[in-house]
DNA sequence: ACGCTCGGGACGCCCCGTTTAT
DNA sequence: ATAAACGGGGCGTCCCGAGCGT
């Protein structure tokens, strides 16, 4: 049990290891060598945990989509006030999210990177939440009459990747003014007269 | 003179084939060999031509930026009827780039890539221009009094960066459809009632 | 344990081919695939054992000084008879060893290479144990009055390592005869009247 | 005319060049392109006069045989006063010249390289020399009886590549002082009672 | 179960010495 | 005499599998 303790630890030193290097070098330039340097560990430990190079960046995608099931994981309950603002509050709690996250960094960063085969689609369970809830506001009578749902939801989904994207090189890309620019130009061209919904965001929740 | 005629095909073939690989496969995984050989031509050949992978890298970079300048090259000249059909337009006329034109596409890829120090900024070249037509929209009332021209510009290049990812896995984001949501969603939040500005782009202009 | 036994077979058996290589190709020339091959190991082993070309040559050298250490070790104990025959002994186990030894040989011509900066300096340390053994023949007084120790410590320096080198062209350089010759010539122009010193060398010490 | 002069012109920087580029790197490391580079000509230029690299050397070598010749060319006419004076001349002459004089240098390392087969054997023709002056030195009783021709010609040969090689790290070693305490202790021991014969050797001839 | 030392191939980039076509 | 192109490796590194310890 005491072994199982310890090889819990080690794995999970390996999959922040690896979010890190994968989220500064890549996918196909982290050597796995570095990777468990930077763990502690020697390198066929590594071996022992994860068969493989791409079996360790699937653990870190596994991880990251938990962390990204934290923001974007149930819909709205019933009793939610608004899914419109539901759906401000998750944006920006993502951009905080890939801020101060690597793992949710490095899990991104992976889908995206061609050479290698995602299994866990962060972006595709993103773009779907996202259409849920917008479907919901429709219902719920908050979108305009004008304004068709699709359009809400690939500028929202391609507005985030944007700014996951260019966050990388620049943080302030991901900073919470970033967002609330966004929302700020987007809400009264998107909200119906009565839906009162803010653009800031509802505070970081308690971790 | 006869001799480097051929020279300039030889080179113009690698910076090709290079786009083709860089953008399939990213600038690390990319081998030179895969490049020269789908280029026709030897491995020495494309070390006499481009000393390394990263000078090859950045002459797709520089025909890249020649690209995106017959996009959003000069401002919007004092004749132009609007500078905001100026950006829509340029926009659409960046999609339909970024899905036709492999070396664009290759291009905006090298320059997010970390492992590589990218020397023609597409993406700050980019967002400059759209900064400076949004301040000319802005200077002739074409935008809402209540809009700060800095969130435009922010959106704007964010969703833009976004189709553009996105586009690279499905097609589909980079067609005119999704710049025309796009557009439908955040041209009434930031247009002044007398202007009159078009979702939907100008029609392709003659290649 | 029984696992780092086998380690270090490999190791010798690299050493030794890399010995093979070196002296008959010379550092540059030789190709770490053929040192490899040879030894009967692959690539990547002689990469977990040395870490680059340089650094396998360091240990050549260093085994090639631990060799020079058995000719050219400790000073003539106080018990020898005659630090001048020590010296005459010494050279003739020299030459003996570079007839026969791959590795003192090649771990002579590494250090003599300018591609290679050399860390163990075989050359420097002979010749301050010959210039220190000389020190002690002049203090026992079998020097001639006039004759200058560093004339003598400087010829003999120059002609074992002339020995050497031709001796890789043609074998009959590092026979025992032309060392003879040498003393032969050297010896009544040094050794004072008393002095009694073989020109011939003692026998080879069991192996 | 003026075209082949310009020729003979371009192939003596070339040949100076290579003896630069060989002197300090060795044969295999120098590469054509720097040598090239060095002369001021291009890199085809370099194969229209030398087929090929080993040609190059070659022509190095025949550079430095040429030079050699001056020092050790004839054999002492019957008028020279001494054999034995003209051999510690030479000796002089040659430590000099492959302190002076780069192509000299580059030949001798050449012939010694064994990656290359050198086809001038600057070193059998100094041996060949001082042999014969060697003889003649007998012939004309300059030698004690006791002394064997060919100990002095093997101590002399050996001792000078011993200089030429320590020399190439060390210039002290082919400082005229070294060649001298090298004599100082050698002549006592090989010239007979009337035989006179400076250590010093002349001093050097008008070039 | 967990870990590591040791070893195996496979390329990748760079560079080099050379010939063709001009 | 040149500009252009050709293959051939070399070194380094990387991802991984055996097999012995604990």
Known sequence: MARQERA?????????????????????????????????????????HFASKAALAEAVEDAALARLREVAGRSPSGLSPSPLQ????????????????????AGFALCADAAHASTADL???????????????????ELRADVDPRDVTS????????????????????????????????LPATTSREARVRAEGSPAPPA
Chains 1, 2, 3, 4 share one sequence.
């Open 123 to 141: 972006r595709g369970h993103w773009r779907d939440w996202v259409e849920q809830v917008v479907a919901q506001a429709r219902d719920r009578g």
């Open 8 to 48: 819990v630890r080690t794995r999970e030193a390996l999959v922040r290891s690896a979010s890190e290097v994968f989220d500064r070098e890549g996918f196909t330039v982290a050597s796995l060598t570095s990777i468990s340097t930077r763990a502690g560990v020697s390198n066929g430990a590594l071996h022992f």
């Open 86 to 105: 539901c759906l401000v509050d998750a944006t920006h709690a993502l951009a905080r999210a890939l801020d101060a996250d690597v793992v949710l960094r």
């Open 155 to 186: 500028t929202v989904v391609a507005a985030m990747v944007g700014f996951e994207v260019l966050g990388a090189g620049q943080p302030h890309w991901l900073a919470p003014r970033t967002v609330t620019r966004f929302w700020r130009l987007l």
